[in-house]
């Protein structure tokens, strides 16, 4: 039978008192960021059936609400990783592929390494390929053979991921660092040695990474792995039902990095220097227009002083 994957950030709560309701869920978790909580009702007598889930907005913030103990409406509750009821095991992402290659071709390259389901995924209006597409193996071994090694498919290099359980938002390859590993519910127990020693087996390890508290030195319950392959991080992700550390079970997830902060300054205009020159001469133009109308009302458009954007006087 299938294992069962984790859900991204999202865990069970259960144990929960009858008073607990999802207003007070989301409170109680609200100190980890924003948590989008609910308490499961029993249709017929409207009354709480003691337990809920909860998910959070990042693997860290999960990963902090699952290191501590948990009171809720002063009863203590059981919190654990969040599971799909069926994964996408063995499946994988293949990347990059040639204009030429079909479901045909992409199965007959995978069936050396035994049975294999491919497709590519063509697009409705014109029936090209769309340049990726599937393959499902018979066991999860195969499937590392697949991963562990360089793949070449009509001539062509491709990109072979494993795919992400159900629920998970599928990233494009540039959005997350391709040698890079966030590891969550790390156990008190887990420094950075025992992390690196369970995580080589997938391949060399250049950087390893135990998050701890700033005041009391005690590890944050995450931590981040830089491989030297980025097959590497393939492996690790083909093993995440298996990745264990002092018997308790961690989150592995491919890396994002953090996106930079936006400024809302001059929200709602186009700046200057984000224009080409024809854009420019419309705006020109338009703005030039505009302050005749204006003019009757005694008002006019003029250029701010920074942002090379346009204010109303």
Known sequence: ?????????????????????????????????????????????????????????????????????????????QCAPCLEKAGLENKIFVGGLSESTTSESLNKHFAEYGDATGIVMMDKATSRSRGFGFCTFPSREVMLKVLAAPQVIDGKSVECRVCQPKGEQVLPANAFQANKIFVGGLPQSCDEEKLKSHFEQFGEISEVTVMTDKDTGRSRGFGYISFADHRSVELALANRSS???????????????????TSTAGKGTMGLANMNSVQIAQFASLTAQLNSMLGNFGMHLAPQAKGGSYEAK
């Open 1 to 77: 039978s299938q294992q069962r994957l984790p859900v991204e950030n999202k865990i069970f709560v259960g144990g929960l008192s009858q008073q607990t309701t999802t207003e007070s869920l989301n409170r109680h978790f609200a100190e980890y960021g924003d948590a989008d909580a609910v308490v499961m009702m029993d249709r017929v007598t409207r009354r709480s059936r003691g337990f809920g889930f909860c998910t959070f907005s990042t693997a860290e913030a999960m990963s902090a609400a699952l290191e501590k103990t948990q009171f809720v409406d002063g009863k203590e509750v």
């Open 243 to 261: 990745n264990a550390i002092d018997d308790k079970w961690v989150q592995v997830k491919r890396c994002t990095p953090k996106q930079p902060a």
